[in-house]
């Protein structure tokens, strides 16, 4: 999405699909929001709600529509979301690894050699 900003200079404004946590403490909900990339997921600056998820009752409910416009429109997904997506089927795709990859430990009389 292209933005010109007050001195006429066009930036480029990469935006994501990513989930914002809401709720009390040990009573995690979250709002599947689109923002903007550079946007901290706690500033509470987003453009608009597309969706939410609650982990206890492990429901999550999309604006289909809306999700499948922005995602044409070049938003991108995190991963957790695009999973979501793809679980819920609003999206083709397959899932992608939100697990960090570690490297195999090495032994001690390995790593001397």
């Known amino acids: 999405m ?20 809401i709720g009390r403490k040990n009573d995690p909900a979250y709002r599947v929001v689109l923002t903007d990339s550079k ?3 706690q500033s509470g600056k987003f453009k608009e709600i597309v969706g939410s998820y609650t982990p ?10 809306r999700v499948q416009y922005w995602i044409s429109q070049g938003a991108q997904a ?18 992608k690894n939100v697990l960090p990859k570690k490297s195999p430990t090495v032994k001690r009389k390995e790593v001397k050699k």
């Open 2 to 21: 292209l933005f010109i900003g007050s001195f006429g200079i066009i930036t480029l404004l990469m935006l994501m699909i990513r989930l914002q946590r």
């Open 39 to 41: 946007n901290a997921t």
């Open 56 to 65: 206890k009752s492990d429901t999550v409910v999309f604006k289909k529509e």
């Open 78 to 95: 995190s991963d957790t979301v695009h999973n979501f997506l793809v679980k819920q089927g609003v999206i083709e795709g397959t899932k």
